[in-house]
């Protein structure tokens, strides 16, 4: 199993560029959610879905959207980058019930 | 609202000592669940204890969770420079598809 996979690793955009976070998970986790780590404010959840199809708001999802058309895959778009959303996204996936979510290794994102 | 919050934000102890981090969250739970980030580094879950649990095990990790107070404990006992890392915890309601966290306490374990 490969896990939770992030691509990429690291990217820098320019103010008002549009780019997709991916995030692929090979388990069958019925949860899929996108976190974002700034310093000092540790993870907010941004969006999260239950299932294919499935997606709902978390804390801070102004600029941001997402769909899960398939159980493996659940990308994160931003439409017009802005600096505030320079951060560390973190993609994690969970089976329904009491299971621990396991994390990818995360996007590294500069927005200049 | 972020749902859990550590204290203390940062401790530091020797090789040997035990570690105790605190956590706080605001709605009910149906789990609350502890992560380790190392820097840089993904998170990797530790333990889940649910809302009908009191005390958990795993190796050298102990959770407590009061429901009534709502708040969680995560003890490191004979800690080793290697759990130098910041610990989360998280809340999750339902059937855990909305976990969300608090800031995170970070540990530093000197040799």
């Known amino acids: 199993n490969a896990g939770v996979t992030q691509t990429p690793k690291f990217q820098v955009l320019k103010t008002g560029q549009s780019m997709t976070l991916q995030c692929a998970q090979d388990m069958n986790h019925e949860y899929m959610s996108w976190y974002r780590q700034d310093p000092g404010m540790g993870l907010r959840l941004i969006h999260y879905?239950?299932?294919?199809?499935?997606?709902d708001q978390g804390e801070v999802p102004n600029g941001y959207n997402v769909s899960r058309s398939t159980t493996e895959d659940f990308p994160l778009r931003l439409l017009s980058a802005a600096p505030s959303q320079t951060s560390v996204y973190f993609c994690?996936?969970?089976?329904?019930?009491?299971?621990?979510?396991?994390f990818g290794s995360g996007t590294r994102l500069t927005v200049v | 609202s972020q749902q859990g919050e550590e204290d203390p934000q940062a401790l530091s102890i020797q090789e040997g000592e035990n570690a105790t981090m605190n956590c706080s969250y605001k709605?009910?739970?149906?789990?609350l669940q502890w992560y380790r980030q190392n820097s840089g580094r993904g998170l990797v879950h530790l333990i889940l204890?649910?809302?009908?649990?009191r005390e958990k095990h795993s190796g050298r990790l102990r959770v407590t969770l009061d429901t009534s107070k709502k708040s969680s404990s995560l003890l490191i006992t004979a800690s080793r420079a290697a759990d130098t890392a910041s610990y989360f915890c998280?809340?999750?309601?339902?059937?855990?598809?909305?976990?969300?966290f608090g800031k995170g306490t970070l540990l530093t374990v000197n040799p």
């Open positions: 994690a996936s969970s089976y329904s019930g009491p299971y621990g979510y396991t």
């Open positions: 709605t009910s739970i149906n789990n």
């Open positions: 998280g809340g999750s309601g339902g059937s855990n598809y909305k976990l969300t």
């Open positions: 204890i649910r809302s009908n649990e």
């Open positions: 879905s239950v299932g294919a199809g499935i997606t």
